[in-house]
């Protein structure tokens, strides 16, 4: 009985005091291509941006097209790789959105105006670069900030104890002094996340000046990542309803995004490796 009653309070979301009706099950254990799943409601995803302050999903109008051809299993790697890069150019240009601007007066061809403009030179910008996928954000990236530098943090989950484990990391040694912009284009479970997030916080950078930056996550991720790091910024193109818990991959999700992005999947397989 009990047994069900808290059952009940969790696909209504009461966990934590905040009503997010789910419209299924958060945790399945088995991968069944068969079934249909049902995206969260506008009403769950204001309610879980009203749970975490510093999280934005991005308007559904302008993504779902472009989210619909990158999930199609059947995408070929040119259209999987043009979709996923105007997705992250928009993520990317989302986030300049959030960084602080400075106003001062310019001259246009015809008159004064006033300016509002990022804060940070190209230069004092950094994005690291979460690998292998998280590289799959430097062409367009490097498009709305020519001048950034990039840090990359190797990070992959061991096969047998699905933990995260570290391998490698190379950022700048200023690091501590700009504004970051961290990137994966999956958050699952976000332990990788969270071990990067941490890694950047040990070089002594302000949480206040991190954006995380991905393309589909879920709750899941999201409160574990915003659980440790409460005055980091998300920005997510979408948040998926199901996280497979055994492989650790969303659903509906794009299956295994390196492998799709990369070319590292025999054609006409399928993405995922279970
Ligand atoms: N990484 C992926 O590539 N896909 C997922 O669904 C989760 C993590």
């Known amino acids: 009985m009990l047994k069900n009653i808290t059952k009940l309070a969790f696909c209504l979301g009461l966990v934590n005091g905040t009503f997010v009706v789910c419209s299924q099950q958060k945790n399945n254990n088995v991968l069944n291509r068969n079934e249909q799943y049902n995206f969260l409601s506008e009403n769950e995803l204001h309610n879980l941006m009203k749970k975490h302050k510093n999280l934005s999903i991005l308007n559904r109008k302008q993504t779902e097209h472009i989210l619909s051809l990158i999930r199609d299993t059947n995408a070929d790697i040119v259209s999987f790789r043009k979709n996923a890069d105007r997705l992250i150019r928009i993520l990317m240009e989302q986030a ?69 484990k570290y391998y490698f990391e190379k950022l700048p040694e200023d690091i501590n002094q700009q504004q970051i912009i961290l990137v994966d284009p999956m958050l699952a479970s976000g332990g990788s996340a969270s071990m990067a997030l941490q890694l950047l916080l040990n070089k002594g950078v302000k949480q206040e000046n991190i954006i995380f930056l991905t393309l589909v996550s879920c709750e899941q991720g999201l409160n574990k990542v915003f659980q440790q790091f409460p005055n980091i910024k998300i920005i997510t193109a979408q948040v ?8 650790n991959y969303l659903a509906p999700g794009i299956g295994d995004f390196g492998d799709r992005y990369f070319g590292t999947i025999k054609k006409n397989t399928h993405p995922i490796k279970v």
């Open 96 to 164: 300049l959105c959030q960084i602080e601007k400075k106003k001062y007066v310019k001259q246009s061809p015809l008159g004064l105006y006033e300016a509002n403009e990022v804060k940070y030179d190209d230069e004092e910008i950094c994005i690291v670069s979460i690998l292998r996928s998280g590289n799959a954000f430097l062409n367009e990236g490097l498009k709305v900030i020519c001048g950034a530098s990039i840090g990359q943090i190797l990070i992959q989950r061991n096969e047998e104890t699905s933990m995260p």
């Open 240 to 247: 998926d309803p199901i996280l497979l818990k055994d492989i």
